[in-house]
């Protein structure tokens, strides 16, 4: 097995090929739990990759996550952190005057939402105006899994230890 020693965030992705029919995330909700192998969840992340730089984000750019918790969430947060793109997640549950500071400083280029964020979002934007994503919405104009079954594999910029993979508020 591959060691990470001095690598990257994408390094330590890329290291998930040693696991694949392992377990990587449990999803439990009222009436049932899902698993989800880390093969599936590699080969998630790398379609995520591909597509925000199919979208034209590029190293160094801001995508803030702004949703509750779901495995869509962490598989656009680890596509974003792979693609290059710093990561900006902000707590759901945090108030309207925090979350507006934080969308007006990371100056976005994408945000990654669910239905219950995207309502809030219309009021705290402001000016700023990134492409937006639905997390939780299987088929929408704007829905990130169906953009993703169709995108092809693209080139990724390389990363280095130097290169910021998250900034949190």
Known sequence: KRHIVNGTLKDLIDNFENYKANTALMSFNIRESEKFSYALLLEDIRRSASAL?????????????????????????????????????????LADDAVKHI??????????????????????LGKARPLI??????????SWTDLTQNTASQTLPPLSPEDIAVIFY
Request: net charge positive; glycine share 8%.
């Open 53 to 93: 730089v199919q979208l034209g984000i590029k190293k160094g750019d801001r995508a803030v996550f702004f949703a509750s918790n779901s495995v869509g969430w962490i598989t656009c947060v680890l596509g974003a952190i792979y693609s290059g793109a710093q990561a900006v997640p902000i707590d759901s549950q």
């Open 103 to 124: 969308l007006d400083d990371a100056d976005a280029r994408i945000v990654f939402t669910d239905k219950k964020g995207a309502e809030r979002l219309k009021t705290l």
């Open 133 to 142: 994503y639905m997390v939780d919405q299987k088929t929408a104009n704007n």
